[in-house]
């Protein structure tokens, strides 16, 4: 079984929308974190919790918000999807402090028309 | 704020070729380095990576060198097959919050 899973894996929506995406992952981690990715952009962190009880902006979080339901639950919202979040979503988690190397989920890709 | 610069692609090789991608960074601090590579359809792994300067990081006959003098972690590897197909991100680490700053991406394919 995948360590980090995302669902769902592919997701069309209209404008307006509320969307979640979720993140589950039986790694034990601490740290959990949103990016999306764009061509030519690479990925742009959006969110990001170090415990259950600490949620942080990333770069780009206009526009989302996130729930940390437990150590091993992390979701994505768009409370009112528009055009220009159609893009691949990923979740990552990482160890903790001075372990940083991450570990990706095989991500959502989310188109809004 | 740190960045990571990394060569355009695409890159389109034949097998057996060598392979470079040129990644240059800008950091406050003394960040790690990482070179992750997205196959066809899946999310990011770890190829390699290097915590200080003049590590060597290597995996799967990929290598790359933290060059502090020059700032830069350019990955490399002499003869490509067509399963190396991908695109590859350079990324570096803050030391002090450990968050991930990625590259554009270069898109490398391999023809046989």
């Known amino acids: 079984d995948a360590d980090v899973t995302q669902t769902p894996r592919n997701r069309i929506t209209k404008t307006g929308k509320r969307i979640m995406l979720e993140c589950s992952q039986t790694?034990?981690?601490?740290?959990m974190y949103w990016y999306r990715q764009d061509p030519g952009l690479g990925l742009r962190l959006i969110y990001y919790?170090?415990?259950?009880?600490?949620?942080n902006k990333g770069e780009i979080s206009d526009g989302y918000s996130v729930s940390r339901q437990a150590q091993a639950k992390f979701s994505l919202s768009l409370e009112s999807a528009i055009p220009n979040q159609t893009a691949l979503y990923f979740c990552?988690?990482?160890?903790?402090?001075?372990?940083?190397?991450?570990?990706f989920g095989p991500g959502t890709r989310l188109t809004v028309l | 704020g740190d960045s990571v610069t990394q060569m355009e692609g695409p890159v389109t090789l034949s097998e057996e070729a060598f392979l470079t991608i040129n990644c240059t960074y800008t950091?406050?601090?003394?960040?790690?380095l990482f070179w992750y590579v997205q196959y066809p359809g899946e999310g990011l792994q770890l190829l390699l990576k290097?915590?200080?300067?003049?590590d060597k990081g290597s995996n799967k006959g990929f290598e790359a060198t933290y060059r502090k003098e020059t700032t830069s972690f350019h990955l490399e590897k002499g003869s490509v097959q067509v399963s190396d197909s991908a695109v590859y991100f350079c990324?570096?680490?803050?030391?002090?919050?450990?968050?991930?700053?990625f590259g554009a991406g270069t898109t490398v394919t391999v023809r046989a």
């Open positions: 790694k034990g981690h601490d740290r």
């Open positions: 950091a406050t601090g003394y960040p790690s």
């Open positions: 919790s170090f415990d259950v009880k600490d949620i």
């Open positions: 990552a988690t990482s160890a903790g402090q001075g372990a940083n190397e991450q570990f």
């Open positions: 290097a915590t200080k300067a003049d």
């Open positions: 990324a570096l680490s803050d030391r002090n919050d450990y968050k991930l700053s």
